[in-house]
């Protein structure tokens, strides 16, 4: 099977930073898209960003120039830089994984169990 383990969130004033990390293990094959999705309370799970493996990057208009999304594919490992942080930033923020775990299968869709991120003074 495969995990996806999140680090990283945390509690930070407006203005600050932080950086989440995902890292895929288990049985891989080959990764394609990563991103980051985030669902703050009450609201429906929204994308944040997504990163092809070929590096390819797409990002909510509410994060672009202050969120970067990169990865390693070495690692399996996604990372998403949040710089510039608001109060609406707060959400428990998923890592998503599209993995083909064996040559000849499709790929499925993994999440991460989620990690907190809360701006606020």
């Known amino acids: 099977q495969v995990q996806l383990v999140e680090s990283g969130g945390g509690l930070v004033q407006p203005g600050g930073s932080l950086r989440l990390s995902c890292a895929a293990s288990g049985s891989i094959f080959r990764i394609n898209a990563m991103g980051w999705y985030r669902q703050a309370p009450g609201q429906e799970r929204e994308l944040v960003a997504t990163i092809t493996s070929g590096g390819s990057t797409n990002y909510a208009d509410s994060v672009k120039g202050r969120f970067t999304i990169s990865r390693d594919n070495a690692k399996n490992t996604v990372y998403l830089q949040m710089s510039s942080l608001k109060p609406e930033d707060t959400a428990v923020y998923y890592c998503?994984?599209?993995?083909?775990?064996?040559?000849?299968?499709?790929?499925?869709?993994?999440w991460g169990q989620g990690t907190q991120v809360t701006v606020s003074s």
């Open positions: 998503n994984a599209n993995i083909k775990h064996y040559i000849i299968s499709p790929y499925d869709s993994h």
